[in-house]
């Protein structure tokens, strides 16, 4: 089990960026070869993020990239194949707004699969629903191919699509985030929720992957290396959940024993989804690395 809390966003044109980036102690490195770029360094990014793969070591990070959009002339094909041969874990793909636009990407990657002989669907494929047609095709989205590792949630861009304004309540998204968690869960998949973008707050930082966590999404993008730790901390089941749910499993497997199915613990009646949701937090913790495997 690969945990995802937090995913870093770096520009794929900035050796010096990435190698920082490589050596924090993050899930996840996405380098980035759209928003982040500006249109005359794609190229370059492209030499300097294929580098990157090929030369530095990023520790226990899924190396990613997020490749331009697939839709006009953009240069997602060229980002592909300056990449793909350095094996990157997973490639992001912007703006996605049905199967077609991933099963593009999809035939490219299993080319090279086949072509170097390497297991099949081990480059895995994460869709960012960002734009208003991209919300309302999300079964069709998730249901497009098993190579789907996570589905990720942008709320500017989808702001910016809808013709809404950001607040801080987030109410003009609230809508598109929580329908992109539920298709992710609903297919197994980790849901990574939209990057915060007032760097200087991380109270704001905190408070907003909370509710982020609250909702059930596993993860959240980071668009600064300073909002890598809280968004890992909030990801990440604290000592006291952890105890609990060890307390809620052992309790249910003493009931089932005693023929009892329904129980209570601490006043409050458990169940088996609340049993599942236990098992849920030991699993977190110990791909978090803060349980040992028993």
């Known amino acids: 089990m690969r945990v ?46 294929a580098a990157a793969l090929r030369e530095l070591d990023f520790g226990r990070a899924e190396r990613l990239v997020r490749i331009n959009w697939v839709g006009a002339e953009t240069g997602y094909e060229a980002d592909i194949a300056a990449t793909v041969g350095w094996r990157p874990d997973g490639y992001v793909i912007p703006k996605v707004e049905s199967a077609v636009e991933i099963n593009q990407v999809a035939r490219l990657v299993v080319a090279t699969e086949h072509e170097r002989g390497w297991p099949g669907g081990s480059i895995l494929l994460f869709p960012i629903v960002e734009t208003a047609r991209g919300v309302i095709n999300l079964r069709d989205i998730v249901e497009s191919t098993p190579r789907l590792g996570g589905l990720m949630f942008g709320a500017e861009d989808l702001a910016g699509d809808m013709g809404a304004t950001r607040t801080p309540d987030g109410w003009e998204v609230f809508y598109a985030r929580s329908a992109v968690v539920m298709h992710a869960r609903a297919m197994g998949l980790d849901a990574i929720d939209t990057p915060y973008v007032h760097l200087e707050n991380l109270t704001g930082l905190v408070a907003d992957a909370e509710q982020a966590h609250y909702m059930g999404y596993t993860g959240k993008l980071a668009v600064h290396p300073r909002q890598v730790e809280p968004i890992q901390r909030v990801f990440t089941p604290r000592p006291e959940e952890i105890e609990r749910a060890r307390r809620v499993i052992a309790a249910y497997h003493e ?40």
């Open 4 to 49: 995802r809390r937090a995913l870093l966003f770096v520009p794929g044109d900035d050796r010096h960026k990435i190698e920082k980036a490589a050596a924090l102690d993050v899930d996840a490195v996405i380098l980035d070869l759209e928003d982040g770029v500006a249109a005359s360094r794609k190229e370059a990014a492209r030499e300097i993020t």
């Open 255 to 294: 009931h089932q024993r005693a023929g009892q199915g329904v129980f209570v613990l601490d006043g409050r009646m458990i169940d088996l989804p609340m049993v599942r949701h236990a098992e849920g937090v030991l699993a977190r913790a110990q791909a978090a690395g803060v349980l040992s495997v028993e």
